[in-house]
């Protein structure tokens, strides 16, 4: 069951964690920075390949990654899962597609090929089959 995960990085913010610094900050009467970078933390996942449903451009929480998206140029993705809920990934649309694929293609070529049964079907006679029921 576990060979059939797929891995890869994930990004992770801690709302609570940013809330409670600009409470500090406001506290303290620090001046209020109008472009925050969150603390991000870059973990790893791994999910069933099969259980992806959608994926779109998203962008980090850094001042980089939001100046790269207003021009198009998306480097993280939010992945959705059937039966998890989503998730932010540091790679493009392309790029988690490429990998996902890659691991799909691998896993399933590795898998044993079950072998069609072949079932001999043959036309017996009504006296053939009286006997092999026994009625004669």
Request: with cysteine.
């Amino acid at each position: 069951m576990l060979e059939n995960l797929f891995k890869f990085p994930v990004v992770m913010v801690d709302g609570d964690n940013e809330d409670r610094k600009l409470r500090e900050n406001e506290r303290l009467s620090l001046p209020q920075e109008t472009d925050i970078d969150f603390d991000i933390v870059f973990g790893e996942a791994e999910y069933p390949y099969w259980d992806v449903i959608g994926i779109e451009d998203r962008w980090l929480p850094t001042k980089k990654s939001f100046e790269k998206a207003l021009s198009g140029r998306f480097d993280a993705c939010m992945v959705r899962f059937n039966n998890v809920g989503h998730l932010l990934v540091p790679w493009s649309k392309r790029k988690f597609k490429e990998e996902l694929l890659k691991f799909a293609d691998a896993y399933e070529s590795a898998r044993p090929k079950k072998e069609p049964r072949l079932i001999n079907i043959k036309t017996i006679t009504e006296e053939e089959a009286k006997r092999i029921i026994g009625d004669e």
